[in-house]
């Protein structure tokens, strides 16, 4: 199978269209400062859209969230937690709740 280099102004042959489809469809006109000005941000037009978007995307706000920090352990420590799996932060997690007494 014969590679095809780009050219330089961005068409490459067997993508589903043509050259002549290529140089038919010209770029974007340049917005005018007064159609800028116009602008508006997609929350605002379509607020039920980005709500539903919201409400898909992520896991829902934890009751008390994870707090990310920085501790050193021994390394034969956390090669034993890890040799258990996925989920071997939330088993250390659980461990350190045990010894603290929650």
């Known amino acids: 199978m014969k590679k095809t280099k780009p050219v330089a102004d961005g068409f490459r042959e067997g ?3 043509t050259r002549t489809d290529w140089n038919e469809v ?5 917005m005018s400062e007064a159609e800028i000005a116009e602008l508006r941000p997609f929350r605002e037009v379509y607020p039920d859209i980005a709500e539903a978007i919201d409400r898909k995307l992520g896991r829902p706000k934890a ?3 994870k707090k990310a920090i920085s501790i050193r352990l021994d390394q034969e420590v956390i090669d034993r937690f890890k040799a258990t799996g996925d ?3 939330s088993r250390m997690n659980e461990a350190l709740r045990k010894a603290v007494g929650l």
């Not at 010209?26 to 340049?30: F, I, L, T, Y």
């Open 87 to 89: 989920g071997w932060q």
């Open 26 to 30: 010209g770029d974007n006109p340049e």
């Open 63 to 65: 009751e008390s969230p």
């Open 15 to 17: 993508r589903g269209y």
